[in-house]
């Protein structure tokens, strides 16, 4: 039985984070196994998706295998974003050859990102959010949802609160280089992590009393060095975005900050390492969790 909290609404934040992301899967585990009840979801890019799955079914058994059947399929495969990825680390003795390898596809990325619009087609976007998703209007999800875009016209912050499901979350998970920006009402959106990390603000504003927010995204760790120009731009620009997430988060009642950080965020072969992540995260945090809501 579910625990009811009063007329305290709870409200969670899914910050985005791309395969980091996944252990928002782990963290919805825990609150239900701990009888913790949400009551509406805001999400950021790939927050925003596995926020989206929830609210329009939170069924958790069936949200973590279809997420992990689509891992596996070729629609995922057909997205190619193993081609970013820096295995490195997994590599004992990597030599000349290796380093070659690493710089020659660095280069092979850098160009696409510069002459096209993005790496992964609207095609391939769109069979990949109908993998995960129906065809529905937000207002038809089972628990209230909300997410975020960036505006490029604008440069203001788009909250997506009603309208097409699939067409919102294209819009937050719009990763520049990777993903195409989504034009809507004369508005050209993209990845929502780029102006909210993790919406809490979105979460009160769709009326929650209490708000849990989950980083996965937190962990800016040094680098050893930077090779071009565009490596120093990309650098400066995720310092900027994890200053201001972490001016964000401190809307939230609590934080959540799953240990993904080390994970690269196109590395999806350690779904079920990160979901257990977030799971773990959650239930450290749970004592602090039951007396914000007093119970």
Not at 105 to 128: A, Q, Y
Not at 147 to 158: C, K, P, Q, R
Not at 171 to 177: E, R, V
Request: glycine share 8%; with cysteine.
């Amino acid at each position: 039985m579910r625990k009811w909290f009063g007329k305290k609404k709870v409200g969670l934040a899914l910050g985005g984070g791309a395969a980091r992301g996944l252990a928002h899967i782990g963290v919805l585990q825990a609150l239900e196994a701990s009888d913790i009840k949400i009551d509406l979801i805001t999400g950021t890019s790939m927050g925003a998706i596995i926020g989206a799955m929830y609210a329009t079914n939170p069924d958790l058994k069936l949200l973590h295998e279809k997420m992990i059947a689509y891992l596996e399929s070729d629609i995922f495969k057909n997205t190619r974003l193993d081609f970013v990825v820096d295995h490195k680390n997994d590599l004992e003795g990597a030599g000349l050859f290796y380093r070659f390898s690493q710089l020659a596809r660095k280069k092979i990325f850098h160009t696409i990102t510069i002459t096209r619009i993005s790496l992964v087609s609207e095609e391939n976007r769109d069979k990949s959010l109908g993998f995960l998703l129906s065809d529905i209007n937000i207002e038809e999800t089972k628990l209230p949802f909300a997410t975020v875009a960036l505006d490029l016209i604008s440069g203001n912050e788009f909250i997506i609160k009603k309208g097409s499901l699939l067409e919102a979350m294209a819009a937050t998970t719009a990763l520049p280089g990777i993903l195409p920006p989504v034009e809507c009402q004369g508005m050209k959106l993209i990845d929502g992590g780029w102006i909210n990390a993790v919406p809490v603000g979105p979460a009160k504003a769709l009326g929650a009393d209490i708000v849990i927010a989950v980083d996965v995204g937190s962990d800016f760790s040094k680098i050893d060095q930077l090779d071009s120009g565009l490596d120093v731009v990309l650098r400066a620009d995720a310092a900027t975005r994890n200053a201001l997430a972490k001016l964000q988060i401190k809307q939230a009642d609590l934080a959540i900050c799953p240990s993904v950080g080390i994970n690269h965020w196109a590395d999806f072969g350690r779904a079920e390492e990160i979901i257990v992540k977030g799971r773990e995260a959650t239930l450290e945090k749970m004592p602090e969790i039951k007396k914000i809501l007093k119970i």
